[in-house]
T-cell receptor, first 112, second 114 residues
């Protein structure tokens, strides 16, 4: 069973603070993704990566950075958290473009 | 780029009724299609994946239909039961390019009442 682990599972952050969301996969997958879920918007792609040490912008990258230091790890960084970044964040991985995406359990981020 | 529209956003049916959720997409090069189920507070679980060579797929209690001509993907729960209550998302993967992204519909919140 493919495994994608996110940490923390929930977090409260202060406006203007730095937040790092971590993701670890044991699937040996090349592709990793960060999605954001808001009510009424489904999942929207923030950043993704298909090889270590390289990241790509998704559809809504503004206000976020990503880091892929190894095949297993993919982080999402909010340098200056804002109220509008309150959401649930999902990390995901896939083996190749033809296969399903496996999701982590999500991180609920609340910015106050 | 690819856009995926999903309807309806909310659906309430009685146990034993059928429930149909539909997605339309814009990129004719889209090649892989997925349906995911998300129970409250949980992550997304794959229901079914459909490839361009397949028009009808049947799973346990549901059918997925792909109409490439109309660029439409549908999920039909044939006899819904309360355990089917959840959010459902379609997802479309354009062939090649686009960083191999998975584009999601906005979701349908299904409620099945006993």
């Amino acid at each position: 069973e493919a495994a994608v682990t996110q940490s923390p599972r929930s977090k409260v952050a202060v406006t203007g603070g730095k937040v790092t969301l971590s993701c670890h996969q044991t699937n040996n997958h090349d592709y990793m993704y960060w999605y954001r879920q808001d009510t009424g918007h489904g999942l929207r792609l923030i950043h993704y990566s298909y090889v270590a040490d390289s990241t790509e912008k998704g559809d809504i990258p503004d206000g976020y950075k990503a880091s892929r230091p190894s095949q297993e790890n993919f982080s999402l960084i909010l340098e200056l958290a804002s109220l509008s970044q309150t959401a649930v964040y999902f990390c995901a991985s896939r083996d190749n473009p033809n296969t399903e995406v496996f999701f982590g359990k999500g991180t609920r981020l609340t910015v106050v | 780029g690819e856009q995926v529209e999903q309807r309806p956003p909310h659906l309430s049916v009685r146990e034993g009724d059928s429930a149909v959720i539909t997605c339309t997409y814009t990129d004719p090069n889209s090649y892989y299609f997925f349906w995911y189920k998300q129970e409250p507070g949980a992550s997304l679980q794959l229901l079914m994946k459909v490839f361009s060579s397949t028009e009808i797929n049947e799973g346990q209690g549901f059918t997925v239909l792909l109409n490439k001509k109309d660029k439409r993907l549908s999920l039909n729960l044939t006899a819904a039961h309360p355990g089917d209550s959840a959010a459902y998302f379609c997802a479309v993967s354009p062939y090649g390019g686009s960083g191999n992204k998975l584009i999601f519909g906005t979701g349908t919140l299904l409620s099945v009442k006993p």
